[in-house]
């Protein structure tokens, strides 16, 4: 079993940043591919990025290619989404999750929510125009 509770989320100008982090507890978070994903008002979740376990292999939506970068560290069970250049339409409820998979992930695999068992409780983040 596998907690994972996301901070950092918060209102900023459209143009600033924010770094969210996702922190796991439980079994060994290493051996764990993590992504983040956000549903904002009346539309369904949508994934944003992934990386996988080693930190190897990195993925990213044609909306925040550029903008936004992941990154891991195992030492510290921590997943963290850099944003930068946000946007009004990056508004959502961002979510952190995790699947145990102990090799490569593809990017379908990465991509799709159903992948993940664990998801955290989501972080809100609002840009203003």
């Known amino acids: 079993q596998v907690q994972l509770v996301e901070s950092g989320g918060g209102l900023v100008q459209a143009g600033g940043s924010l770094r969210l982090s996702c922190a796991a507890s439980?079994?060994?978070?290493?051996?764990?591919?993590m992504g983040w994903f956000r549903q904002a008002p009346g539309k369904e979740r949508e994934f944003v990025a992934a990386?996988?376990?080693?930190?190897?292999?990195?993925y990213y939506a044609d909306s925040v290619k550029g903008r936004f970068t992941i990154s891991r560290d195992n030492a510290k069970n921590t997943v963290y989404l850099q944003m930068n250049s946000l946007k009004p339409e990056d508004t959502a409820i961002y979510y952190c999750?995790?699947?145990?998979?102990?090799?490569?992930?593809?990017?379908?695999?990465?991509?799709?929510?159903?992948?993940?068992?664990?998801w955290g409780q989501g972080t809100q983040v609002t840009v203003s125009s």
């Open positions: 999750a995790a699947v145990f998979i102990e090799g490569p992930i593809t990017p379908a695999q990465a991509m799709g929510p159903l992948t993940y068992d664990y």
């Open positions: 439980g079994r060994t978070f290493s051996s764990y591919a």
């Open positions: 990386i996988s376990w080693t930190g190897g292999n990195t």
